[in-house]
T-cell receptor, first 112, second 113 residues
Framework: SQQGEEDPQALSIQEGENATMNCSYK?????LQWYRQNSGRGLVHLIL?????REKHSGRLRVTLDTSKKSSSLLITASRAADTASYFC????????????FGKGTTLSVSS | DAGVIQSPRHEVTEMGQEVTLRCKPI?????LFWYRQTMMRGLELLIY????????DSGMPEDRFSAKMPNASFSTLKIQPSEPRDSAVYFC???????????FGSGTQLSVL
């Protein structure tokens, strides 16, 4: 079953611009994670935000979480061509030990 | 650390054949997950193990799919008989209890002709 849904499905920007991707989910969560996938590769963890946090930063990444709206956003500032990839949000159910459920992802294309 | 290791990297087979995908999780990780990725359905959870015990296999499509984890360092996903609709990229991922972050392998690209 799909828990997280990203929006938009695809995003094209120029280098230096900011990229914002959104994620909505359906049930209560312990945490929400964002992953990145380069073409032909496995997913790589970017950042985790817990249900009691509202905002988190890591380098050029900024993640927000609104549990009342069941939504999250990932902002990549000053994007680079190397940021071109697919980005996925993943959520767990609010109980220990359950697996991550992934959305279908946002494909980001950054042109130089 | 070598990360999560999957083999083979690519598999091309004919309909009706048995396919076995293999995964070696990161040493010390006690959770192992199998996911399948397609354009149409995205990344789907198939099954996951905790301490080598299957916890939730509700995502396994049908009886043609089976997964085992005989020890902490090895898991297999078997499809018998394979069908063209099984064509996808199959990912293995692992983590340990104290950290919710998943580590993914490079995946197995399966093509069933």
């Amino acid at each position: 079953s799909q828990q997280g849904e990203e929006d938009p499905q695809a995003l094209s920007i120029q280098e230096g611009e900011n990229a914002t991707m959104n994620c909505s989910y359906k049930t209560s969560i312990n945490n929400l994670q964002w992953y990145r996938q380069n073409s032909g590769r496995g997913l790589v963890h970017l950042i985790l935000i817990r249900s009691n946090e509202r905002e988190k930063h890591s380098g050029r990444l900024r993640v927000t979480l609104d549990t009342s709206k069941k939504s999250s956003s990932l902002l990549i500032t000053a994007s680079r061509a190397a940021d071109t990839a697919s980005y996925f949000c993943a959520t767990d159910a609010a109980q220990a030990g359950t697996a991550l459920i992934f959305g279908k992802g946002t494909t980001l294309s950054v042109s130089s | 650390d070598a990360g999560v290791i999957q083999s083979p990297r690519h598999e091309v087979t004919e309909m009706g054949q048995e396919v076995t995908l293999r995964c070696k999780p990161i040493s010390g990780h006690d959770y192992l997950f199998w996911y399948r990725q397609t354009m149409m359905r995205g990344l789907e959870l198939l099954i996951y193990f905790n301490n080598n015990v299957p916890i939730d296999d509700s995502g396994m499509p049908e009886d043609r799919f089976s997964a085992k984890m005989p020890n902490a360092s090895f898991s297999t996903l078997k499809i018998q008989p394979s069908e063209p609709r099984d064509s996808a990229v199959y990912f293995c991922a692992s983590r340990w209890t104290a950290n919710e972050k998943l580590f993914f392998g490079s995946g197995t690209q399966l093509s069933v002709l």
